[in-house]
């Protein structure tokens, strides 16, 4: 089963509504394998965001380094995810990166509205609730930055009776 990763970043910690957006995931059946709070240093994030994400290279310095100063800012949830094609469709609930664009339903297009102008004004990292993993390379890559084999858990949810192929009689 695909397994992707989430940050809840200091923005949504520090609103008090990580509850709220844990609970469109849960909602919508996907597993939570392994989850924990931690305030990582510029290293990790560099290697988050360079390393894996290739955002200075995409994006620029200014905003890479207005993002690992913003993710500093405050402890975040790490999580994964566990479901079917579990990638695509967690990217597809949190929707597009600046809030402004982001469609109404999707949780940066419901829990914020800023846009990159004000971001860059106030040379800061657009706020945009949580990280997803881009694609199932990254989704590996990023899981096992964040999390050692023994913080990942195997167990049941009810929603598997609903996923799991029929036994062979
Ligand atoms: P995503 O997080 O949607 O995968 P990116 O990987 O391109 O998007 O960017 C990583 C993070 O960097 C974004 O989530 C956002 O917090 C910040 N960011 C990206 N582009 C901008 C921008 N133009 N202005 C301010 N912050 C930005």
Known sequence: MEQTLIIFKPD??????IGEVMTRFEKAGFKIVGIKMLQPGR???HEHYEGIGSLKTRK??????????????GPVIAMVLEGVEAVETVRKM???????????????????????????KAKKA????VHASADTK???????????PDELFEYQVAYEHFTQP????
């Open 94 to 120: 949190v929707g597009s990166t600046e809030p402004k664009s982001a469609l109404p339903g999707t949780i940066r297009g419901d829990f914020a509205h800023v846009n990159y102008s004000q971001a860059t």
């Open 166 to 169: 029929r036994e062979a009689k």
């Open 12 to 17: 949504s910690v520090q609103r008090g509504i």
């Open 60 to 73: 620029g310095d200014e905003i890479f380094e207005s993002t690992l100063l913003s993710m500093q800012g």
């Open 126 to 129: 657009v706020a945009n609730i």
């Open 138 to 148: 990254e989704a590996e890559q990023e899981i096992s930055h964040w999390f050692s």
């Open 43 to 45: 290293e990790h994030y």
